[in-house]
């Protein structure tokens, strides 16, 4: 194969992989819309009129230890790429 033919394939295989992956969403969001997801499925509850914006107070506490431990885990995730000299 050339070299084109090849950058083609691969252009072809992206662009399917990105239309099923948008007919997944839109087919959940329809489903969500008409009510026929469990609302443990239901991906786009907390996006509308549930939202914990819009329904109650934001745990920050919850959310503050969450970006402690993720500035940690980076920090660390650092420190051994240093190390090991990628």
Known sequence: MSE???????LRKCFGAQA???LTVMVLFM???GGKL???IDIFRGIGATS???VQQIPWVAIATACVLA???FAA???IIRRRDY
């Open 71 to 73: 500035l940690l885990f």
């Open 52 to 54: 914990s914006l819009v």
């Open 77 to 79: 995730a650092l420190i």
């Open 38 to 40: 469990p609302r443990s």
């Open 20 to 22: 099923a992956l948008a």
């Open 31 to 33: 489903l969500g819309i």
């Open 4 to 10: 084109a033919a090849t950058e083609i394939e691969g």
